[in-house]
């Protein structure tokens, strides 16, 4: 009879693992062609002001309407700015590697302020005229 009771054991652990394997693919399918985009501040020579870690990436993802716990993710803290891979690990055989791409904040705000001497150094050329 304990033969039996391990067999039966055995049989609705392998269950479990397969159902919770299985609810971890389904996760993991919800980050498929998910990309991230990090705007962080950063210096003249592309170092960012702190760092672009788990944390940061895990509410980026809070913000797109996905659940993640910052303890899946293992990724190296970003200290500059580029491409890199954050990995999630949902269950020992299901991970996802999610890009994620680290802008300048204050890029964008830069741009327009560059094209202003030029429009200002144009119109007075055709004044000196």
Do not use: C, W
């Not at 962080?40 to 996905?66: F, H, M, P, Q, R």
């Not at 055989?93 to 150094?121: D, M």
């Amino acid at each position: 009879s304990a033969k039996k009771v391990l067999a039966e054991n055995l049989k609705q652990q392998a269950h479990k693992l397969a159902a919770i394997k299985a609810e971890a693919e389904k996760k993991a399918e919800q980050l498929n062609g998910v990309e991230l985009v990090i705007a962080a501040k950063v210096s003249a020579t592309g170092a960012t002001y702190g760092s672009v870690n788990a944390a940061i990436v895990a509410e980026e993802l809070k913000n797109k309407g996905i659940e993640v716990d910052r303890k899946i993710i293992t990724m190296r803290d970003i200290k500059h700015v580029g491409d890199f891979e954050a990995t999630i690990h949902f269950h020992k055989e299901v991970e996802v590697k999610v890009p994620v791409k680290v802008v300048a904040e204050n890029a964008a705000v830069e741009t327009p302020v560059e094209e202003a001497p030029k429009a200002e150094a144009a119109q007075t050329e055709e004044t000196a005229e």
